[in-house]
Each structure stands twice: as structure tokens, then as C-alpha cells.
């Protein structure tokens, strides 16, 4: 007698398939209120470019974020993350620079920063992620 082995990941594969096509009808895309009744709008990849600090900055942690202007932005959400991807700063300009909170001290070590460019509700540029890492070691005392 046969016996037969599947991981649970190619049943579980499988049997998304399998539903999937089984919601699937001959209805056309305009008569089920498709993509030609909503209309979305791409995200543009890679259309802002980082400025300062540059990708793969080292050195002293910057004191002004700035970017490249991209088409069809009314702002500009910017986002860091440390090297373990928790936030660490969120915030909106509508400009192309963003001056860093001095109370928002970063310790030294990597962080990633990202701007994403909105129109309304909708996202319509993205920088993607770069990385900056901060050298900038603190004052200590060495009496």
C-alpha cells in the first residue's frame, strides 16, 4: 500500500487554490463593479530619493532629514526605525526637509528611515527604506 507525505504548507497551498477558484465566476470585471468602476492608483517605487542623510550614511546622527520632491505630493509622511524595526518618530511636512526634535536624541547604532509621499488619503511616492547608523558616541566622564 502507497502512502503519501505533504507538508502541511503544500495541503494548506493547495487548498487556498482550491477556494479561490471555486469563488471564481463567469461574471465579467464590469459587471461585478471591477476594476473599471474603481479606479486605484499606483504606488510609484523609488520616485523620492534621500538627500541627508544619504543611504548608508556613518557618522554623527543628522540634525535635518531632506529628499527629493516628487509629483503629485500635498505631504510627505517620514517614518525612522532602529535596527530591531520598532518606530521611533513619525512625522509630516509638507516641505522637503524635516528638522530632527532635539529631544528626540538617537542613541548610536542603525537606524532606517523611509518617506513616503500622500496625495489626500492615498499613497502616490515612495522612497523606500535606507539605513543610517549613528556614531556619534555620548560625553563621558573619565576623571
Not at 24 to 40: D, F, H, L, N, W
Not at 85 to 111: C, K, Q, V
Not at 123 to 137: E, I, Y
Request: glycine share 10%.
Amino acid at each position: 500500500m502507497a502512502t503519501f507525505r505533504y507538508s502541511a504548507r503544500v495541503l494548506m497551498l493547495w487548498c487556498v487554490g482550491y477556494a479561490v477558484g471555486l469563488g471564481c465566476s463567469t461574471q465579467s470585471a464590469k459587471e461585478a463593479g471591477g476594476p473599471e468602476t474603481a479606479a486605484v492608483a499606483p504606488i510609484f517605487r523609488d520616485t523620492i530619493e534621500h538627500v541627508v542623510p544619504r543611504r548608508d550614511f556613518v557618522g554623527a546622527a543628522p540634525a535635518r532629514f531632506e529628499w527629493t520632491a516628487a509629483a503629485g505630493v500635498d505631504e510627505y509622511a517620514i517614518t525612522v526605525h532602529n535596527e530591531v524595526d520598532m518606530l521611533i518618530f513619525e512625522g509630516r511636512e509638507r516641505g522637503t526637509s524635516l528638522e530632527w526634535p532635539t529631544a528626540n536624541a538617537l542613541d548610536p547604532g542603525t537606524y532606517f528611515w523611509r518617506v513616503v509621499g500622500v496625495k489626500g488619503d492615498r499613497r502616490v511616492a515612495d522612497s523606500g527604506r535606507a539605513a543610517f547608523v549613528d556614531t556619534n558616541r555620548p560625553d563621558r566622564d573619565h576623571r
